[in-house]
């Protein structure tokens, strides 16, 4: 009986694809203090930067379970920047309904991808391209140039940390909390059997629609989540900081185990997936790579990457 | 007290189940049989919510039931095993047994209670089955006995079992009858009861309901009738429809006893599916394959075309071939078409394109195609096959069913294949066409060797040398001469002796 338990709660963390994530980064944070032992001083400040990618990988992976994808999360994550920055900065909103706003703009770009794919029912490939130029758009209309400041108090938060706890353990434990709260509920199984199958699903009397739709709605607060902890460390509106964050997104949701097909994929291997893309980032700076070139290799490894991971799942 | 009133439904052209009604009584088991086609799996469909009927209502104790989807009908009291199983394979069995009724505790997935309802259930099922295990990794078998208890879980009052021992070994079969037995007496509960197997049915059903072409022919008694009566009201009157045709057979067989065979098949097995099957086909012959849908001939047919793994011989001419994928099987001169056209030929493409590319291919990709000859060749095939199309360049897709079935034949020929292995090529296509294709094959065979499995015997006999019954992946019985006759092998299909 009490095996049985341990057995289970063993399949429902994924020990296996947990593993393999965090060996990853594990081995690309070596490697960074390896090419230069100076990273081991800035360890919290790369780690501060993966706290919007892994949140964006959350938001990736909760609709890639479904079966569904996301190719806004980047546009949507500069959108849910650039709004509460413009409201600070033209409309003087600058208590909690700052940090509020970033939420609601999420939301609100959950409930709009939502509709389209899980009520609509459109490709959810298709949609999401089409909402990204939306999101992107939006961005560059509110406001054209990078934008700052934003309030004292918030940009102080992420110097200082809450009550003296660095932003850097408040962003991952957030993460990692919200997560296994997910999982540990029964929508998770309802999320990993439409993705699964579909009929399945809907044999044993699941809304697939439904379904999909809170997976969008999921997915738009990861997204403003993410773009709270983006503002707090850039401390300005950019229109454009999201944009190479989709298929970084989508790669730590590839390596955390999801597929394109639906039913798998697990959030703590997420997170330290993105933790460890950033250090690669970092590790790619660090070995003195030209600006300009710095997109070019660290795409070309990100694939090397994927093609690894590809690999080792026809192993299994 | 369950009514079903005039439940229809129409698939295209095709009525799967007509004007069907009937009352089902609290605690009794009802045997549900008929032959290929006959709308058993579709009417099950209609009651659980997974089909929506044409036309027809089902009613509990004289209340209408609004059924729109699986969920309904859940909540209504019905639940049903699926033959082609409902399983979510990424999640763990016991999740699998408990979607969408598991227990929460603040919000969270009570785990102790799932695994201890999961246990106590299957324990008296008398299964050993880790619970965290993914059904991905289950056995045919044990993903059955999981389908099972999914829908038992759910204490139904309406049960609907669907070819629920397929997979079964013989003591666990012994086990579900006496929890059929159990839940009849106890809860109460209605169960309805698909089987091939008509013994079994004889053995646990209290009325049995006996379905044909779609439509109710009658409600019988086991205790009254014989399992033959049960078969004849199967197999019905026998059809009109081919007596244009005369028998061939004997007179070829004369000729064909010189022949050496074209196709040996020497005990080939194919995982659960085909036991130990041998055959010989010679040329200028057409051997048939009958029985009731599911029993491996599908298999048998597409692992000759290298599509599933097989053990056992292949011999072409005399010699031993190895045959793993489809280009080994086209190399050796095999061909293979399905019924269902959909899986043979590229929709959006052209008739022509469709025609002409495996000569395409065949003549390398280096090479650009021949336009010229490309067309020649589509309008040989087209001429040759009266395939109606405005011209060769129209999509298929504008094609009717018969016409794509004729495409996706076309193409198989111009590869002048010695070998034809047809896989119930005629499956939805019109009665025309249909003679027009038995024609054809009856022309082609006469410088080949063909495989001609049909799920409806009346399109074997025209044409076939000898008609091969397959039951539970083996060949049970072979009809020649005149035995070739509708009603005997129907029998031996459904009886599976």
Redesign the interface.
């Given at each position: 009986?009490k095996s049985?338990?341990l057995?289970?709660?063993?399949?429902y963390l994924n020990l296996r694809m947990l593993l393999t994530s965090i060996s990853f980064m594990i081995g690309v944070i070596l490697l960074n203090v390896v090419v230069n032992l100076k990273t081991l001083m800035y360890i919290s400040s790369i780690t501060l930067l993966a706290v919007p990618l892994a949140f964006l990988a959350l938001a990736e992976l909760i609709v890639f379970i479904t079966g569904e994808v996301d190719m806004s999360v980047g546009a949507g994550l500069t959108l849910a920047n650039v709004i509460p920055v413009y409201a600070y900065l033209y409309h003087g909103i600058e208590d909690y309904r700052f940090i509020l706003l970033h939420i609601v703009v999420g939301l609100s770009i959950g409930l709009v991808n939502g509709t389209l794919v899980g009520l609509l029912r459109i490709n959810s490939f298709l949609a999401t391209l089409a909402t990204s130029s939306i999101w992107a758009g939006l961005s560059l209309t509110i406001l054209n140039k990078p934008e700052g400041p934003i309030p004292t108090w918030y940009y102080r938060l992420f110097m200082d940390g809450l009550l003296g706890i660095p932003m850097v353990i408040i962003g991952m434990l957030v993460a990692i909390s919200m997560w296994m709260?997910f999982r540990?509920?029964?929508i998770s199984?309802?999320f990993?059997?439409v993705?699964?199958?579909s009929?399945?699903?809907?044999?044993?009397?699941?809304?697939v629609n439904v379904i999909k739709f809170t997976a969008f709605i999921l997915n738009g607060l990861f997204i403003g989540l993410a773009a709270i902890f983006m503002t707090g460390i850039i401390a300005s509106g950019d229109p454009t900081i999201g944009l190479p964050y989709t298929l970084s997104a989508i790669l730590a949701a590839i390596i955390g185990g999801a597929r394109f097909t639906g039913?798998?994929g697990d959030g703590i291997a997420t997170i330290s997936a993105a933790v460890g893309l950033t250090f690669m980032r970092n590790l790619i700076f660090s070995l003195g790579v030209p600006f300009y070139q710095q997109d070019l290799v660290y795409s070309i490894v990100v694939l090397a990457l994927l093609a690894i991971a590809m690999y080792l799942r026809g192993v299994k | 007290m369950w009514e079903l009133e005039g439940l229809t439904k129409s698939f295209g052209a095709i009525r799967a189940v007509e004007d069907f009604s009937c009352s089902l009584e609290e605690g009794r088991v009802y045997g549900l049989v008929g032959g290929n086609g006959a709308g058993k799996s579709t009417l099950v469909k209609l009651v659980t919510g997974v089909l929506k009927p044409d036309k027809g209502k089902v009613l509990k104790n004289g209340n209408m039931l609004a059924i729109n989807s699986p969920r309904d009908a859940r909540k209504h009291g019905i639940a049903a095993a699926y033959q082609e199983f409902s399983l979510v394979p990424d999640l763990p069995v016991v999740n699998n047994l408990l979607l969408n009724i598991e227990p929460v505790k603040f919000g969270f997935i009570d785990i102790d209670k799932m695994i201890g309802k999961a246990t106590k259930f299957l324990e008296k099922l008398n299964v050993n089955i880790p619970l965290s295990k993914l059904v991905r990794d289950l056995s045919p078998t044990e993903k059955q006995v999981i389908e099972i208890a999914k829908a038992l879980i759910l204490e139904p009052q309406l049960l609907f079992l669907d070819e629920p021992t397929n997979y079964l070994s013989e003591e666990q079969r012994e086990i579900l009858f006496k929890i059929i037995n159990e839940i009849k007496g106890g809860a109460k509960t209605t169960i309805v009861f698909i089987s091939h197997r008509i013994e079994e049915v004889f053995r646990i059903s209290d009325q049995i309901i006996v379905l044909r072409n779609g439509r109710l022919v009658g409600i019988y008694d086991p205790k009254r009738v014989s399992i033959d009566d049960v078969v004849r009201a199967m197999i019905g009157e026998l059809a009109e429809e081919y007596q244009g045709y005369k028998y061939v057979g004997a007179r070829m067989e004369a000729v064909l006893e010189k022949e050496k065979p074209m196709l040996s098949i020497r005990s080939l097995h194919i995982m659960d599916k085909v036991k130990n099957v041998s055959l010989d086909v010679k040329k200028g012959e057409i051997v048939g394959l009958a029985g009731l849908l599911g029993q491996g001939q599908s298999e048998f047919l597409r692992a000759i075309y290298g599509l599933l793994p097989y053990e056992g011989m292949i011999i072409i001419e005399g010699k031993g071939v190895k045959i793993t994928s489809p280009r080994d099987a086209l190399k050796h001169g095999i061909v293979y078409i399905s019924g269902d056209a959909l899986e043979g030929v590229f929709l959006l493409r052209s008739v022509k394109e469709n025609i002409s590319l495996i000569s395409n291919l065949q003549q390398g990709l280096h090479k650009f195609v021949n336009t010229k000859a490309e067309k020649e060749l589509a309008i040989k095939m087209i001429r040759k096959l009266n395939i109606a199309c405005m011209n060769p360049d129209q999509p298929v897709l504008h094609l009717s069913g018969g016409n794509r079935q004729k495409v996706y034949l076309a193409r198989g020929l111009t590869v002048n294949p010695k070998i034809l292995l047809l896989d119930d090529p005629l499956k939805g296509v019109d009665i025309r066409t249909k003679r027009e294709i038995l024609n054809m094959v009856k022309e082609l065979a006469k410088d080949r060797a063909v495989l001609f499995f049909s799920s409806d015997v009346k399109e074997l006999l025209p044409i076939a040398n000898r008609v091969l019954v397959f039951f539970e992946g083996s060949i049970i019985r072979e009809f020649t001469g005149d035995q070739l006759r509708e009603d005997l092998i129907l029998e031996a299909s459904i009886k599976g002796a």
């Amino acid at each position: 009986m009490k095996s049985g338990k341990l057995q289970l709660i063993k399949e429902y963390l994924n020990l296996r694809m947990l593993l393999t994530s965090i060996s990853f980064m594990i081995g690309v944070i070596l490697l960074n203090v390896v090419v230069n032992l100076k990273t081991l001083m800035y360890i919290s400040s790369i780690t501060l930067l993966a706290v919007p990618l892994a949140f964006l990988a959350l938001a990736e992976l909760i609709v890639f379970i479904t079966g569904e994808v996301d190719m806004s999360v980047g546009a949507g994550l500069t959108l849910a920047n650039v709004i509460p920055v413009y409201a600070y900065l033209y409309h003087g909103i600058e208590d909690y309904r700052f940090i509020l706003l970033h939420i609601v703009v999420g939301l609100s770009i959950g409930l709009v991808n939502g509709t389209l794919v899980g009520l609509l029912r459109i490709n959810s490939f298709l949609a999401t391209l089409a909402t990204s130029s939306i999101w992107a758009g939006l961005s560059l209309t509110i406001l054209n140039k990078p934008e700052g400041p934003i309030p004292t108090w918030y940009y102080r938060l992420f110097m200082d940390g809450l009550l003296g706890i660095p932003m850097v353990i408040i962003g991952m434990l957030v993460a990692i909390s919200m997560w296994m709260v997910f999982r540990f509920s029964k929508i998770s199984l309802h999320f990993y059997a439409v993705g699964s199958s579909s009929y399945a699903a809907f044999i044993a009397g699941i809304n697939v629609n439904v379904i999909k739709f809170t997976a969008f709605i999921l997915n738009g607060l990861f997204i403003g989540l993410a773009a709270i902890f983006m503002t707090g460390i850039i401390a300005s509106g950019d229109p454009t900081i999201g944009l190479p964050y989709t298929l970084s997104a989508i790669l730590a949701a590839i390596i955390g185990g999801a597929r394109f097909t639906g039913g798998a994929g697990d959030g703590i291997a997420t997170i330290s997936a993105a933790v460890g893309l950033t250090f690669m980032r970092n590790l790619i700076f660090s070995l003195g790579v030209p600006f300009y070139q710095q997109d070019l290799v660290y795409s070309i490894v990100v694939l090397a990457l994927l093609a690894i991971a590809m690999y080792l799942r026809g192993v299994k | 007290m369950w009514e079903l009133e005039g439940l229809t439904k129409s698939f295209g052209a095709i009525r799967a189940v007509e004007d069907f009604s009937c009352s089902l009584e609290e605690g009794r088991v009802y045997g549900l049989v008929g032959g290929n086609g006959a709308g058993k799996s579709t009417l099950v469909k209609l009651v659980t919510g997974v089909l929506k009927p044409d036309k027809g209502k089902v009613l509990k104790n004289g209340n209408m039931l609004a059924i729109n989807s699986p969920r309904d009908a859940r909540k209504h009291g019905i639940a049903a095993a699926y033959q082609e199983f409902s399983l979510v394979p990424d999640l763990p069995v016991v999740n699998n047994l408990l979607l969408n009724i598991e227990p929460v505790k603040f919000g969270f997935i009570d785990i102790d209670k799932m695994i201890g309802k999961a246990t106590k259930f299957l324990e008296k099922l008398n299964v050993n089955i880790p619970l965290s295990k993914l059904v991905r990794d289950l056995s045919p078998t044990e993903k059955q006995v999981i389908e099972i208890a999914k829908a038992l879980i759910l204490e139904p009052q309406l049960l609907f079992l669907d070819e629920p021992t397929n997979y079964l070994s013989e003591e666990q079969r012994e086990i579900l009858f006496k929890i059929i037995n159990e839940i009849k007496g106890g809860a109460k509960t209605t169960i309805v009861f698909i089987s091939h197997r008509i013994e079994e049915v004889f053995r646990i059903s209290d009325q049995i309901i006996v379905l044909r072409n779609g439509r109710l022919v009658g409600i019988y008694d086991p205790k009254r009738v014989s399992i033959d009566d049960v078969v004849r009201a199967m197999i019905g009157e026998l059809a009109e429809e081919y007596q244009g045709y005369k028998y061939v057979g004997a007179r070829m067989e004369a000729v064909l006893e010189k022949e050496k065979p074209m196709l040996s098949i020497r005990s080939l097995h194919i995982m659960d599916k085909v036991k130990n099957v041998s055959l010989d086909v010679k040329k200028g012959e057409i051997v048939g394959l009958a029985g009731l849908l599911g029993q491996g001939q599908s298999e048998f047919l597409r692992a000759i075309y290298g599509l599933l793994p097989y053990e056992g011989m292949i011999i072409i001419e005399g010699k031993g071939v190895k045959i793993t994928s489809p280009r080994d099987a086209l190399k050796h001169g095999i061909v293979y078409i399905s019924g269902d056209a959909l899986e043979g030929v590229f929709l959006l493409r052209s008739v022509k394109e469709n025609i002409s590319l495996i000569s395409n291919l065949q003549q390398g990709l280096h090479k650009f195609v021949n336009t010229k000859a490309e067309k020649e060749l589509a309008i040989k095939m087209i001429r040759k096959l009266n395939i109606a199309c405005m011209n060769p360049d129209q999509p298929v897709l504008h094609l009717s069913g018969g016409n794509r079935q004729k495409v996706y034949l076309a193409r198989g020929l111009t590869v002048n294949p010695k070998i034809l292995l047809l896989d119930d090529p005629l499956k939805g296509v019109d009665i025309r066409t249909k003679r027009e294709i038995l024609n054809m094959v009856k022309e082609l065979a006469k410088d080949r060797a063909v495989l001609f499995f049909s799920s409806d015997v009346k399109e074997l006999l025209p044409i076939a040398n000898r008609v091969l019954v397959f039951f539970e992946g083996s060949i049970i019985r072979e009809f020649t001469g005149d035995q070739l006759r509708e009603d005997l092998i129907l029998e031996a299909s459904i009886k599976g002796a």
